[in-house]
């Protein structure tokens, strides 16, 4: 049971990372109170309600896509740094689910939460891009990867991180749809758990695979990986009769995401 919690905080972060929401498959949910009492000025409480919550990540998030204006910036850059981005939403999230207690821990979680061994433990293709054991690229494990490495170059300092980052960035430039509003990867093998028949695409992919570019970005400058980054993130919060992947949470003014 513990292991299943486990995993399920971390399923719902991995969304949250880049949407602010959380994974469904057309059904709706609710949350359950994970408010907190706090100070008058509280650092986090962007939309200053008086708690730390999931609506002020996602205010960080749509304030990082340009889609809305904040209006107390010192709130939203949890980790001062300056800059009001992905990482102030991480540890936001972080502190909802109970893994920090402050916004004094700055960096990205340690190791993998998906392959035991952190970014070692994936099989390669010669260009260094992860291969599905069933002998195809799936889009959420190379992205998974990317931010495996990411994770091992913060925690490591090594160059040797940044380097095999490269090919995972040229990947999903490489492979990525495109829509006239958004981007969106698309696997092209049936997946009997989720019965997904090729070809389908994920939100849950999209979120991890903005991710992954906005960090290359940040490591190696390269403007194509920004731009990418910000259409994955739209088809987020396009509705799910447009074509993207929103819809409504039960009782909550927010989006869900689904398989497509």
Sequence with gaps: MLL?????I???????????????????ISFSNMQEEQEEYILGDVNSNGAIDLHDAIMILQYNVGLIQIDDLQKADVNLDGNIDVKDAILVLKYIVGLIEDFTYLSLPQGSFFVNGGSGGYNLDDKGVPIHDNGSYHPTQIAQYGLDLYAD???????GYKKKLKP???????NAEHSSQFSYWTFDFDYSPFNQVAPWNSSLTNAQCALVLL???????EQEYLDLSHRAMKYLFIPIENGGGAGKVAGWNLLVRRIS
């Design 153 to 159: 170059y913060l925690n490591t300092g090594s160059a």
């Design 4 to 8: 299943s919690m486990r995993r399920l």
């Design 215 to 221: 960090l290359g970005h940040e490591v190696f400058e």
């Design 10 to 28: 971390i399923f719902i972060m991995v969304i949250l990372i880049s949407t602010g929401t959380v994974l469904a498959t057309g059904e709706e």
């Design 168 to 174: 995972v960035a040229e990947w999903l430039l490489e």
